[in-house]
């Protein structure tokens, strides 16, 4: 009989030691993809409901929306990037080319809209947001009889005071805005719960309108939506990255043309913060390349390999590293990832 015991307790121990060994399987790959997610992100809202969607949830949507209006720019590949993250812990994606939001918000002509778009939805399919992604054009929904009572059930339960700053930090002439800058957040509030998103993609500059959506979303009935916000880096020259300050390295640049921009840039020695070089190295060097190896001269110690951002960081902070070293392997690497984008798009 004790014989019998034994092999029944040993048998529910092999048991229960499996299980739990599933269990911590499952918690390690929800912890990867969380981390996955959350890399690169100035915050979002909320950590846990984010944790929480990953964990239980399937056929989860995220998406991001790109007023097609001017160059594309390493500004814009930063949400691109997180959509890619957010695809390869297989959440779906949607990309909205919002060729309304620019009309609205004064960025051209539709005619002139409609060509940026056409240009951006190739640039992000030559970056990797190929397959399994949906591209969308604002203009494809956002005129239906649905869409615009939509946007009127807003109108009603959003003051003017909100809606303006909500478009404080997005909006063309902010001091003097038309009325139609009015409702374009309540139009980007609409298309969270139009196209059924769990989460929303944008830089901290979209927060406002985010806040919007979690809160009247949810009063009519949609889901209120997870938002990751990821940070506004520097141009070249240390102010904010804008096309109308030419700080910008743009997706049709020449790989002389980056290498010239690189090294007139902002990169004071021994300094570390708001340095917009070292941004170019966390942001997009180090997602994308597992090693990053700086050339110097045999003099000052030859070529140096790194596999972590801190640790290159550390090392120009104290000066083991030259602000030269670091524009020189930034025009290598950045020029890595922009030409082959601009190849696709010369092939095509």
Do not use: F, W
């Given at each position: 009989?004790?014989?019998a015991i034994r092999r029944t307790t040993s048998s529910t121990s092999v048991r229960i030691h499996s299980a739990s060994k599933r269990a911590f399987n499952s918690i390690n790959v929800i912890n990867v993809k969380f981390q996955q997610v959350m890399s690169n992100v100035e915050e979002a809202v909320t950590e846990g409901e984010l944790a929480a969607l990953l964990d239980?949830?399937?056929?989860?949507?995220a998406y991001a929306g790109y007023e097609p209006s001017g160059e594309l720019h390493l500004g814009h590949l930063l949400t691109a990037y997180k959509l890619l993250d957010l695809q390869s812990v297989g959440v779906d994606v949607i990309v909205l080319l919002a060729d309304l939001?620019?009309?609205?918000n004064e960025k051209g002509t539709m005619d002139q809209i409609r060509d940026w778009a056409d240009h951006y939805q190739k640039c992000f399919s030559a970056l990797g947001l190929a397959e399994g992604t949906r591209f969308v054009r604002g203009s494809d929904y956002q005129l239906e009889p649905e869409y615009t009572r939509l946007i009127l059930k807003l109108a009603r339960h959003t003051t003017l005071n909100r809606a303006r700053r909500s478009m404080d930090e997005v909006s063309r002439n902010a001091e003097d805005p038309v009325v139609s800058?009015?409702?374009y957040?309540?139009?980007q509030t609409a298309d969270i719960g139009y196209l059924n998103i769990d989460i929303a993609v944008g830089g901290i500059d979209q927060r406002k309108i985010h806040m919007l959506a979690r809160e009247e979303l949810h009063s009519m009935g949609f889901k209120s939506p997870v938002c990751v916000h990821t940070p506004i880096l520097l141009g070249l020259d240390a102010?904010?990255?804008?096309?109308s300050r030419d700080?910008?390295?743009?997706?049709?640049?020449s790989a002389e043309s980056i290498k010239k921009k690189i090294q007139s840039a902002y990169c004071p020695p021994r300094t570390a913060e708001d340095n917009p070089l070292l941004q170019l190295y966390r942001y997009y060097v180090f997602p994308q390349f597992k090693q990053v190896e700086l050339e110097r001269p045999q003099r000052y110690g030859g070529p140096i390999c790194y596999e972590d951002f801190s640790t290159l960081e550390l090392d120009y902070a104290v000066g083991k590293l030259h602000p030269l070293d670091l524009k020189n392997g930034a025009a290598t690497y950045i020029e890595r990832i922009i030409g082959p984008i601009r190849s696709a798009l010369r092939s095509d």
């Open positions: 009989m004790r014989s239980n949830e399937t056929n989860i949507t939001h620019a009309y609205m800058q009015m409702i957040p309540l139009m102010n904010k990255m804008s096309s700080n910008i390295v743009a997706i049709g640049d």
